[in-house]
T-cell receptor
Framework: GAVVSQHPSWVICKSGTSVKIECRSL??????MFWYRQFPKQSLMLMAT?????????EQGVEKDKFLINHASLTLSTLTVTSAHPEDSSFYIC??????????FGPGTRLTVL | GENVEQHPSTLSVQEGDSAVIKCTYS??????FPWYKQELGKGPQLIID?????GEKKDQRIAVTLNKTAKHFSLHITETQPEDSAVYFC????????????FGSGTRLQVQP
């Protein structure tokens, strides 16, 4: 149990375009979902926390108008990178948490912006 | 806010030896400490976690110890195998109702066959 999926697993886009990444909890209801980004050989950096039906809480320094997060249901959260630029290229990982404290992570999405 | 330090950054052991990774945290209010294993190109996988009301937890070859007074916790892997090679992250969570984890910087474990 406790499986989290992400789609797509990788995406390449042109500079200026928007990209949407989906995060789904497959076998449990995720009251809270988290979005992280990870640069090569670095730790995970929390971008935002989202609760189902509420606006996301962004970490300091993360532009909420650039990284749009929607958590419309208990099994789905989406991250949209708007007007992507090469510096947005990174590994984006979501995690989901249900009634327990445990966070289960998705497999990640590698975004490359040309 | 919470700050988690992790050591060492890299660790190389011979197959069959033990590996120990240590983390310290700054906020005494933290009460949940998970460990994640991340293989190249994949998301982190929870391997073991411990809560502040216990001092040690074991799951087969993996164990975690917690010293609340000193504010540090450690991951112990015994009888290491090549498939244990990965990056390991410790994390801590504040008991404030917000479930965000603060991660350590990671330890790259290499098990030499």
């Amino acid at each position: 149990g406790a499986v989290v999926s992400q789609h797509p697993s990788w995406v390449i886009c042109k500079s200026g375009t928007s990209v949407k990444i989906e995060c789904r909890s497959l076998d449990f209801q995720a009251t809270t979902m988290f979005w992280y980004r990870q640069f090569p050989k670095q730790s995970l950096m929390l971008m935002a926390t989202s609760n189902e039906g509420s606006k996301a809480t962004y970490e300091q320094g993360v532009e909420k108008d650039k990284f749009l997060i929607n958590h419309a249901s208990l099994t789905l959260s989406t991250l949209t990178v708007t007007s992507a630029h090469p510096e947005d290229s990174s590994f984006y990982i979501c995690s989901a948490s249900g009634l327990s404290d445990t966070q289960y992570f998705g497999p990640g999405t590698r975004l490359t912006v040309l | 806010g919470e700050n988690v330090e992790q050591h060492p950054s890299t660790l190389s052991v011979q197959e069959g030896d033990s590996a120990v990774i240590k983390c310290t945290y700054s906020d005494s209010a933290s009460n949940y400490f998970p460990w994640y294993k991340q293989e190249l190109g994949k998301g982190p996988q929870l391997i073991i976690d411990i809560r502040s009301n216990v001092g040690e937890k074991k799951d087969q070859r993996i164990a975690v110890t917690l010293n609340k007074t000193a504010k540090h916790f450690s991951l112990h892997i015994t009888e290491t195998q090549p498939e244990d090679s990965a990056v390991y992250f410790c994390a801590a969570r504040l008991d404030t109702g917000r479930r965000a984890l603060t991660f350590g910087s990671g330890t790259r474990l290499q098990v030499q066959p």
